[in-house]
T-cell receptor
Framework: GESVGLHLPTLSVQEGDNSIINCAYS??????FIWYKQESGKGPQFIID?????DKRQGQRVTVLLNKTVKHLSLQIAATQPGDSAVYFC???????????FGAGTQVVVTP | DGGITQSPKYLFRKEGQNVTLSCEQN?????MYWYRQDPGQGLRLIYY???????QKGDIAEGYSVSREKKESFPLTVTSAQKNPTAFYLC????????????FGDGTRLSIL
């Protein structure tokens, strides 16, 4: 079936470096993608979204890149801080009512 | 502050017991959702509601029930038919269904006594 997945389950990043979290999706019809951050014991927090008519979108310290040719999504975090340590999920919308399909998540660990 | 409030934060269920998880939002959102999250995994959709008095099954609805009598409230009942209820339950809402971000509460952790 169609699915969203992440390449790396754990990403260790030194404080101040840039982080790149990758996500592969298999449904070429997906037209909306969201990145969420989840800290331990809390609900997912919206970070940034992107629609399929765009290939790049920037927020505060974050950039999402969408490559529809290879069905790949990435989240870049600039100057990673200890507060960025969390699990990051990508999610895609695969149908007209907006059903979100979540990947398993990537744990980002920021080291001093 | 506007947001989504889930209660209780922790809940324990005895065998054969039904329990109800509360979800309230004051964002004036039309759509609401319930997800289940197991350790080290992503979120799976249990039920969703596009509008008051309407709701639809998600991917793992068996053993669960919901109601949507008010726009701001979408309670989830975990029935005794759900044989593996231990999980982290997350409620979300969005302005409407479609290509809109869903905003989440801070979850209820349900365990079996």
């Amino acid at each position: 079936g169609e699915s969203v997945g992440l390449h790396l389950p754990t990403l260790s990043v030194q404080e101040g470096d840039n982080s790149i979290i990758n996500c592969a999706y298999s449904n070429s019809a997906s037209d909306y993608f969201i990145w969420y951050k989840q800290e331990s014991g809390k609900g997912p927090q919206f970070i940034i979204d992107i629609r399929s008519n765009m290939d790049k979108r920037q927020g505060q310290r974050v950039t999402v890149l969408l490559n529809k040719t290879v069905k790949h999504l990435s989240l870049q975090i600039a100057a990673t801080q200890p507060g960025d340590s969390a699990v990051y999920f990508c999610a895609e919308v695969t149908d007209s009512w907006g059903k979100l399909q979540f990947g398993a998540g990537t744990q980002v660990v920021v080291t001093p | 502050d506007g947001g989504i409030t889930q209660s209780p934060k922790y809940l324990f269920r005895k065998e054969g017991q039904n329990v109800t998880l509360s979800c309230e939002q004051n964002l004036n959102h039309d759509a609401m959702y319930w997800y289940r999250q197991d350790p080290g995994q992503g979120l799976r959709l249990i039920y969703y509601s596009q509008i008051v008095n309407d709701f639809q099954k998600g991917d793992i609805a068996e053993g669960y029930s919901v109601s949507r009598e008010k726009k701001e409230s979408f309670p989830l009942t975990v029935t005794s038919a759900q044989k593996n209820p231990t999980a982290f339950y997350l409620c979300a809402s969005s302005i409407q269904q479609g290509n809109q971000p869903q905003h989440f509460g801070d979850g209820t952790r349900l365990s079996i006594l």
